[in-house]
């Protein structure tokens, strides 16, 4: 199974950028399709951005197109989530997933998850 580490989190003003990184231990088919998501408190596990390793497909949610970017180094086996234009209801812990053929939006279909990593965004 693929172990993943993320990291890049931190706290940031409104209008502000990060990047997140996802580190992959490995590149395998069962963890082609890689997918970020978002828990903050009280509230379900979404989907932000996913990417296929293989094919450089990408995926959105509504609420992040146009200022979120996913992308891939294959070197490095990692994946970043360029993060621009934060408002404060971006804040929340931001996990990297892992799973076999396409991305989906659905975090009961990914079978590898980091640890996740606080991105906080103040008004």
């Known amino acids: 199974q693929v172990q993943l580490v993320e990291s890049g989190g931190a706290l940031v003003q409104a209008g502000g950028s990060l990047r997140l990184a996802c580190a992959a231990s490995k590149r395998t088919f069962s963890s082609d399709a890689m997918g970020w998501f978002r828990q903050a408190p009280g509230k379900e596990r979404e989907f932000v951005a996913g990417i296929r390793w293989s094919v450089g497909i990408t995926s959105y949610a509504d609420s992040v197109k146009g200022r979120f970017t996913i992308s891939r180094d294959d070197a490095k086996n990692t994946v970043y989530l360029q993060m621009n234009s934060l408002k404060p209801e971006d804040t929340a812990v931001y996990y990297c997933?892992?799973?076999?053929?396409?991305?989906?939006?659905?975090?009961?279909?990914?079978?590898?998850w980091g640890q996740g990593t606080q991105v906080t965004v103040s008004s």
């Open positions: 997933a892992a799973r076999a053929w396409a991305i989906s939006w659905d975090p009961r279909d990914y079978k590898s």
